[in-house]
């Protein structure tokens, strides 16, 4: 053996996988792995390295040697470059052609194809009809089959064919968010581009970023009244109604995002606007229980972290029900901090009841019946997606109880990560959220990938789709999820 100090890296995956350790001894450059396959046996790695004196790096980056500091600057270092993937130059392609604020554009591709599908509500068979004028039928009818069962279906029942083309054509927004972000984010891969600390800093100051997020909310506001006369003043069929009510709903759970960032922003649009996009979800009391979501993450306490091997449809009643509990407790304290009573018109639980009650009113007496179902409908379709999405983001993960009685410190670890290129532009980075846990005041323009924080095997959108069917969730994510926890623990009795 070389005397003198060793200087270790253990190498460590972004989910904690499958990944044997290294370790690098910088006196001589030589690389000693260890043939274990399991992060019980690497932790038993690192104890032993560091009963024996090793000083020891830990670098959780995914298939990554980083440099570890050296005593001396003439002892040779050894860095293994990661194996980029197939689709790292059409990530950079990308990020180049949409520099800035523009890289966020797509986000509006939501609301577009809100508009998209609400024409195709209302002239969807009428848009088919013109395209199969165009085409040889038969031999475009023997090409799909489907087309076949259709024109039977247009002999026995024309009006109900109009209205499942109608209702297919009006769900274009949740083949935005459901179909065509999945795929993008195939495509795109991950982000391996971080931006520089000069380039964060030019871009927290930006005001550009801000006004997109103002832009979104105009545009959703615009949209709903727009449907909500469609649906009153056009003789739509009831299955296209349902289909603009779920493409509404998939682009009020981005509106939640939306709110998300307001919430947290300091201009003094942001609050006044997040009230206003929150208003259309009937969910105005979010932007006070999220305050509370943040202090209780991770915990037995927090109503919007998913325990371990709890479904879906256990989680959301207890979530929503546990947000409304959270704000009043939150408001009421505030009232008793001010000396104000629970009468007092300074009590913001009256506005967050009585403000989307006045836009429910609005909206009957301006588009009947039908444009208030369809504003009802989109609000509680918009909730349960923001649930979904609530139960995906810390499902599992559980910070450690101190002898004190208090929770350990926020950290990366609890919250699940996701670095999908196409869907951070969409959604403005929310998949970041460990970073955003840890520094809650960041602007969405500069949250950066945690590698530490254990890591979602798809995007958000086929996480949430997952989530509906509870087996195959837990499948996929309870020894994700119990790993990370292991990992945790292990690593803070290091």
């Not at 002999?155 to 927004?173: E, F, K, P, R, T």
């Not at 005001?207 to 003043?233: F, P």
């Not at 300074?346 to 967050?352: G, P, Y």
Request: hydrophobic share 45%.
């Amino acid at each position: 053996m070389v005397e003198g100090s060793y200087i270790a890296s253990l190498e460590m995956s972004r989910v904690f996988g499958q990944q044997p350790a290294a370790y690098v001894c910088h006196a001589t450059g030589v690389v000693k792995r260890a043939t274990c396959s399991s992060y019980q046996a690497r932790a038993t790695y690192h104890r032993k390295a560091l009963k024996a004196g090793c000083h020891l790096t830990v670098t959780p980056r995914f298939g990554t040697l980083c440099r570890a500091s050296s005593a001396r600057a003439d002892e040779p270092q050894l860095v293994r470059q990661r194996s980029q993937p197939w689709n790292y130059k059409l990530g950079a392609v990308y990020q180049n052609l949409l520099p800035g604020p523009l890289l966020f554009l797509p986000s509006l591709l939501q609301p577009v194809s809100t508009l998209i599908s609400l024409e195709g509500a209302a002239h969807g068979h009428e848009w088919v009809h013109w395209l199969l004028s165009l085409l040889p039928v038969p031999q475009v009818v023997m090409q799909f089959p489907v087309l076949g069962l259709v024109d039977v279906l247009y002999q026995q029942h024309i009006d109900l064919a109009n209205g499942v083309l109608d209702a297919a054509i009006s769900l274009v927004g949740i083949y935005f968010s459901f179909v065509l972000m999945p795929a993008m984010d195939a495509v795109l891969g991950t982000d391996l581009h971080p931006k520089s600390m000069a380039d964060r800093k030019v871009a927290s100051e930006d005001l550009r970023y801000r006004a997109l997020l103002w832009t979104w909310v105009g545009l959703h506001c615009g949209l709903l009244v727009l449907c909500a006369d469609a649906v009153h003043g056009h003789n739509m069929h009831p299955l296209a109604c349902l289909g603009l009510m779920l493409t509404l709903g998939a682009e009020g759970a981005l509106g939640f995002v939306v709110s998300h960032e307001l919430v947290h922003g300091h201009h003094k649009m942001d609050q006044w606007l997040a009230n206003v996009m929150l208003c259309t979800t009937g969910y105005m009391h979010w932007s006070v229980s999220h305050i509370a979501h943040h202090t209780q993450v991770a915990t037995i306490d927090d109503p919007a972290s998913a325990r371990l091997g709890e479904s879906l449809y256990c989680f959301v009643p207890r979530s929503v029900a546990g947000n409304w509990k959270d704000a009043t407790c939150l408001e009421l304290a505030r009232l008793h901090t001010q000396k104000q009573t629970p009468l007092s018109l300074h009590n913001r639980m009256f506005l967050w009841a009585a403000a989307p009650l006045g836009m429910l009113a609005v909206m009957a007496s301006a588009f009947g019946p039908e444009g208030m179902t369809l504003c009802v409908g989109q609000a509680a379709l918009s909730v349960l997606m923001l649930e979904d999405a609530n139960y995906v983001q810390h499902y599992g993960l559980q910070r450690t109880k101190l002898e004190n009685g208090r929770y350990e410190g926020v950290k990366a670890e609890h919250s699940w990560n996701a670095n999908w290129l196409f869907t951070n532009s969409c959604m403005f980075q929310l998949p970041l959220h460990s970073d955003h846990h840890l520094h809650g005041a960041k602007p969405y323009q500069v949250l950066q990938d945690k590698r530490e924080a254990p890591q979602l095997p798809a995007s958000y959108s086929v996480m949430a789709l997952l989530a509906m069917v509870p087996i195959a969730f837990f499948t996929v994510m309870d020894p994700r999820a119990i790993k990370a926890v292991q990992v945790h623990n292990d690593l803070e009795q290091l």
